[in-house]
């Protein structure tokens, strides 16, 4: 499998050797046609559903642009490696979402601590992670059993469906991790994962729409402004 192969690209000894990767400060832009900072609120609604279609259709037809394997995962070890990060905030993928199979696996094998969540009612909760301490949650997603911990990290990684060069974030609408990274005392850094065909120049935001500071695709992971 893509993952084993990975995994043996980035044994511990590569991982602690990484300090020679660099962030890169321009990502692979896509442009986006509307006017956003003239748009009014109800616009700005009906544009962010409008693009989470096009994105899950996409998504569920994996359109070219979402086969790089474990690329993106291999960028996002590096980076943590860059950073000296050894607590993350980061979550189990869905099967349409990039994969974060690899990254979970490293971060274990290196001795990175890595905090997943569960919904509880509206809101999220945090454990650590464990492959054998899982269970199927409310939306299908698989969740950690384990006592709540909390977010206390180096970084945070999050799910989104586009990012754009502000930094927005188009998340799948119930501002889950909006509220969750309130949660956060210290500012550390927020990276979302995405295709690559998800990155734009723009996206429809709200004031209250999380941003975040980097973008993790196949291309590499960005610093967006």
């Known amino acids: 499998m893509a ?6 690209r980035l044994d511990v000894a590569h991982f602690h050797k990484a300090q020679s990767y660099r962030v890169v400060s321009e990502s692979k ?5 509307g006017k956003i900072s003239r748009m009014t ?9 409008a693009l989470r279609t096009k994105i899950r259709a996409a998504r569920k037809s994996k359109q070219e642009g ?9 960028h996002l ?3 943590l490696a860059d950073q000296n990060v050894r607590k993350i905030a980061a979550y189990i993928a869905l099967d349409d979402e990039p994969c974060t199979d690899l990254l979970l696996d490293v971060c274990e094998q290196v001795g990175i601590q890595v905090l997943v969540p569960r919904v509880v009612k509206d809101d999220l909760e945090w454990a650590i992670f464990n492959w054998d301490e899982l269970s199927e949650g409310e939306f299908g997603i698989l969740e950690p059993t384990g006592p709540a911990e909390p977010l206390q990290v180096d970084a945070v990684l999050v799910p989104a469906l586009a990012v754009d060069a502000a930094g927005n974030r188009l998340g799948k609408g119930r501002g889950f ?3 969750a990274l309130l949660e956060l005392e210290n500012r550390v850094p927020i990276i979302a994962l995405v295709h690559d065909e998800e990155v734009f120049e723009e996206i429809p935001h709200e004031s209250h729409d999380l941003k975040v500071d980097y973008v993790a695709c196949c291309t590499g992971v960005h610093k967006l402004d």
Do not use: P, W
């Not at 832009?29 to 046609?33: L, S, V």
């Not at 609120?41 to 962010?48: I, M």
């Open 77 to 79: 070890v590096m980076f």
């Open 29 to 33: 832009i896509h442009g986006h046609d």
């Open 41 to 49: 609120d109800s616009e700005v609604t009906q544009a962010k559903t």
């Open 177 to 179: 991790y909006d509220r």
């Open 66 to 74: 979402h086969f790089c394997e474990d690329e993106h995962d291999e």
């Open 3 to 8: 993952k084993n192969k990975a995994l043996k």
